[in-house]
Structure formats: structure tokens, C-alpha cells
């Protein structure tokens, strides 16, 4: 039963499908997206292989190809490509069809009140790993980005962040419930939304925020390379 492999494809086959509708045109946006998912996913797969390794998660190889990349199951490494494809297309259409930035107004007040918790409770919870590492990540990132683009991305990114929990519950809910992936306790507060692990939602926001901010950077960039011309 391939339902890892089942999954992976379920979760991109409607953003790839929808990528050509006429007022999101998203397939315009490759070009910055597929540079953010390449080194997003460089950086996750590195963590997820010395994850593994060290026995903090792993795999049941009884819903799984057989198919292993670097370690991982093949599953595993299609994650890092259809989960952030997914990701910033629901961030697209959200930017798409909302015209007004519904949540800028509270991103910096929410990123100063998510910061210090999450550096507290990376502190407090420095032995279990999966814990530590993530909320100090998350916490980093969010001063980084705030700190490049200010609320002008962050409003928008925390709306797409609280739709995207609604497919994450259904996918990640039958990856952990089966599991398919399984998670140490030893390495995590053992705290769970039914069978997902609770640093999991603060993961997919990691890796959604670093995704989304080199794919505004790199937007940015290349809008400020358009633009230098005509000042000539």
C-alpha cells in the first residue's frame, strides 16, 4: 500500500493543475519558486536525513515503494517538493483573490508575542531535539523576515499559514495516525492534535516562511532589475 507515495501525489496534483488559472497565472511565478523549493528543500533534507539517523522519526516501510534517496524513503523526498509547491500556491491565491492584507496589522504584534515564547520554550526544552531545533529556527526566522520585509510579506504569509493547517491536519494527520511516520517521545513534549506531534505545526511554518521569504526575495529582486532600466 503506497499511500505515502499516494499522498504526495494528491497534495500537488490540484496546485499543478490549477498553476494556469487566469487570474493567479501562477506557472509565471516558477521562475522564483523553484529556486526557494530547490534550497528549502536542500536545507530540510539535510535535517530530516540526520534526524532519522539519529532515531527522532522514521518511516513504516509497510506504505512505502521500497525507493530510498540519501536515506529517505523516495516519499519522503517528494514531501519537500509537493508540500511547498502546495504552500505557496495557496499563498498565491489568497494574494490573488484578497486584494486587502487582512492580517497586517497584527503580523508584527503576533511575531513579537510568537518569538519570545518560542525561544522560551526552545530553552526550557533543550533536550528534546525536535522541540529545541524547530522553535529556535522558526523563532530566528521570524526576526530575519520581519527584520528584510518588515509586515509587507508577513500579514499575507500568516493567512496562508492558518488555511494551509486545514489540508496539513488531513495529510500529516493519516501520515502520523497510521503512521507511516513515526515520532520519538523522547525528543518532542509529547504533546499531539490526535496523532500529530505539536511541533509539527511549527515546522510547516518553518518551512513555509523560509520558502515564501526567498520566493518574495527573489521577486523583489528581479522587480527592482525591471525597474533600474528606466531610470536610465
Known amino acids: 500500500m503506497y499511500i505515502y507515495l499516494y499522498l504526495n501525489i494528491f497534495t500537488i496534483l490540484f496546485p499543478l493543475l490549477l498553476s494556469f488559472d487566469k487570474k493567479v497565472t501562477f506557472y509565471k511565478s516558477w521562475p522564483y519558486l523553484f529556486p526557494a523549493m530547490a534550497l528549502n528543500g536542500a536545507l530540510f533534507i539535510i535535517w530530516d536525513v540526520l534526524f532519522t539517523r539519529a532515531g527522532i522519526w522514521g518511516f513504516n516501510e509497510e506504505y512505502l515503494v521500497g525507493v530510498k534517496l540519501f536515506g529517505l524513503p523516495l516519499e519522503e523526498v517528494l514531501f519537500f517538493v509537493t508540500v511547498p509547491y502546495a504552500c505557496v500556491f495557496i499563498y498565491s491565491v489568497l494574494n490573488a483573490y484578497i486584494a486587502k492584507d487582512l492580517l497586517q496589522s497584527v503580523a508584527r504584534p503576533v511575531t513579537y508575542g510568537l518569538v519570545p515564547v518560542l525561544a522560551v520554550l526552545a530553552v526550557f526544552n533543550i533536550y528534546n531535539l525536535?522541540?529545541?531545533?524547530?522553535?529556535?529556527?522558526?523563532?530566528?526566522?521570524?526576526?530575519?523576515?520581519?527584520?528584510?520585509?518588515?509586515?509587507?510579506?508577513?500579514?499575507?504569509?500568516?493567512?496562508?499559514?492558518?488555511?494551509?493547517?486545514?489540508?496539513?491536519?488531513?495529510?500529516?494527520?493519516?501520515?502520523?495516525?497510521?503512521?507511516?511516520v513515526w515520532y520519538n517521545n523522547d525528543y518532542n513534549l509529547g504533546l499531539r492534535i490526535v496523532s500529530i506531534p505539536v511541533e509539527d505545526t511549527m515546522y510547516s511554518m518553518l518551512m513555509l516562511l523560509l520558502t515564501i521569504s526567498i520566493f518574495e526575495g527573489l521577486r523583489q529582486r528581479q522587480a527592482v532589475k525591471h525597474f533600474e532600466p528606466h531610470l536610465v
Not at 518588515?150 to 494551509?164: E, S
Open 130 to 180: 525536535y522541540t529545541s531545533i524547530t522553535f529556535s529556527l522558526l523563532a530566528v526566522l521570524l526576526v530575519i523576515h520581519l527584520r528584510l520585509f518588515g509586515t509587507k510579506v508577513l500579514g499575507r504569509f500568516y493567512l496562508a499559514y492558518l488555511v494551509h493547517l486545514v489540508p496539513f491536519l488531513l495529510v500529516n494527520g493519516v501520515l502520523t495516525y497510521l503512521p507511516i
